[in-house]
């Protein structure tokens, strides 16, 4: 099951809205097929793992282990139990149960009405763990929430003045290029007017291969000009202003509340300080990953307040990262 994580981790940023399952097949106890979910569309991680059998023949007397129950309906997609069964595959071990109305517990029944011996809770909490973005998803109809920001030493997110209209960088190239990583695992990224009109941010994955978050732009009265970056071809582009919410009360909620209906699972927040302390008052966050650089302002816009559980902390050369978890 530990090895059905790790290769399920090759599909971050590309399965989105499925979770990126790990799946390993074993006969002898000796792996004889392992695969990870393909690119959204295409196939599920127990069809990559079963295709990849040289003597199919052998999946009857085999052991199929996966991360997450195996999809028991039609998508885009046939139902991966299914194929379990007409390969005869005598026992199969997963780790958590899906918890999509569409699949929980239906995808286990079928395949123990088939015959198969099935387990249900290796490396359970491991399992959801990494399957965090969906689970979020479907349990709290809102998608994981990822607060990032940089701030100064003494604890400033941009000074008060600036010459241009662009960001003034508190990090070091190698924090930004990994910031840059994180947009490509994600779905979608979200910052407030008052960040676009101060730093014309593109909101792209420049410095890292992968695909583009879907851009989130909170613009309440139609303000922002469509000449701005964050409204150029790159990837595309959602606005929420006055016509999809109330922004007079329970803003972050209602902000998940249309990511939910548009099926996007996972978000970052970049800001500004107002945005972010939003979601940080109503307590609709997962993760805060806050990089310290080696730089101070003389006044400016203070970083958001907030508590969590500190879960890493690492040096980017002059950079300090700590991550929290929302606890």
Known sequence: MQRCLDIAKNGLGTTRPNPMVGS??????????????????GNHAEVNAINSVEDKNLLKEATLYVTLEPCSHFGKTPPCSDLIVKHSIPKVFIACIDNNEQVSGKGVKKLMDAGCHVTVGVLEEECKKHHKRFFTFHNKKRPYIILKWAESKNGYIAPTTKKEQKPVW???????????????????ILVGTNTVLQDNPSLTARDWTGNNPIRVV???????SRSLSVFNDEAETIVIS???????????????????????????????????????????WDEARVFTGSNTFKSGTL??????????????LNDILKIYEND
């Open 24 to 41: 390993v097949i074993v006969y002898n106890n000796k792996i004889i097929g392992e695969g990870f979910t393909s690119k959204y569309g």
């Open 170 to 188: 508190i990090t070091n190239e190698f924090s930004r290029q990994l910031v840059h990583k994180w947009r490509t695992e994600e779905q979608a």
């Open 218 to 224: 909170l613009d309440r009265d139609e303000k922002l």
């Open 242 to 284: 006055n016509n999809d919410i109330d922004f007079s009360q329970h803003v972050a909620e209602q902000i998940c509340h249309v990511l939910f209906q548009k099926d996007i699972n996972s978000v970052i927040i970049e800001g500004g300080t107002k945005t972010l302390q939003t979601f940080i008052d109503e307590n609709l």
């Open 303 to 316: 970083a958001p307040v907030f508590k969590g559980k500190l879960i890493s902390e690492e040096k980017i």
